[in-house]
């Protein structure tokens, strides 16, 4: 089913709508962390953990509230209308953090945090700076999870089978390669700090429009967080999602360079092509792309290729620096990271043929 503008309009408003009670808490809690003495953050601000408490189950309970309105008209845009089986309590919601923690320890941090750092020298305005960021952060993102938490909810309540997830540019990398992907409902809601990306209930995928076109959001300049050899790499054609994805599982080798083990599973199918290649006598320097083959061919590979592959076989290759004995080991052979493959290359054809067999490059 293709989503309609509508579903985006409706989805754009209930994102605007919890950013905005993120920032007005946001907005309470600095009021009332200015009225700290900076000499004793902590003895100064727990007088005030029950107003901050108060403020912050405030907000969430109107995020909460606001859920099962949105799930009803967002499905209403996709020409789906259903009777929830339950309603949103939206107490349910309110006074805990998403992971179930009580509130006050949370907001006891930003002071504890401020009087550790001015213990060790820390100017006062940076200690009360660090106090106010940390609040800022909580209000934004435990908000938003109050809305996505009971959006969810909401979503199951009208046994809606997934949801969709959409963002609001400028983003990090990471939420603008998930947007727009369908999720089942009982999947995780993946967040950072400071995230405000939304859930769009959807029976199934509803089209194009909630997707984010990465390349071109990061050539607008509209991600954030990504490196200059990163930007390089997409900007070459690179899938964003394997360069992003590749960070997960980064490890540095003893020669400095760095590789990962994370998303070799499509490029791995191009690094045994290429193997496959030499070991028939192909000439270095080759593209591998998506490697397919027939029951045919892999009947002659493996013929060809299955005492080599086998277990504990040993084999001789032959090297610039002459031949050498080796055993096949089944283990996946991290790829390397994007800043070695841009630094090593001779040029920018040579940077796109060695990202293309590492799958970096679709």
Known sequence: ?????????????????L???????ALLLARLWRQIDPADPVGTWTPLLAQAVGAFSAAQLVAASMAD??????????GVVRA????????????????GTELAPLLRIPAQRAAYALDRGAPTATTLDLGRSLLAMYARTEIADAGRTSTAAAGVARRVTGYVRALRAPSCA???ILAGRWYRYSAGFDRHPHCDCVNVPAENDIGDELVTDTLAAVRAGNVNGLSRAERQAIDLGADPSQVVNARDGMTTAADGRRYTATGTTRPGARILARDMARTAGAEPGLTYRNFTVSRTELARFEAQYGPLLARGRTFT????????TSAYRFTRTGRPSVEDILASSTSPDDAVRVLTNFG???
Request: glycine share 6%.
């Open 69 to 78: 309105a949105y799930v009803a008209e967002v499905l209403a845009s996709q």
């Open 317 to 324: 290759q032959t090297t610039t620096s002459g031949d050498r």
């Open 19 to 25: 950013a905005a009670l993120g920032e007005q808490a």
């Open 1 to 17: 089913m293709a989503t309609t503008q509508a579903t985006l309009d409706v989805a754009t408003r209930y994102r605007a709508d």
């Open 360 to 362: 970096y490059l679709l």
């Open 84 to 99: 929830p089986a339950a309603r949103v309590i939206p107490e349910s919601f309110a006074g805990t953090g998403a992971a």
């Open 174 to 176: 990471r939420c603008a």
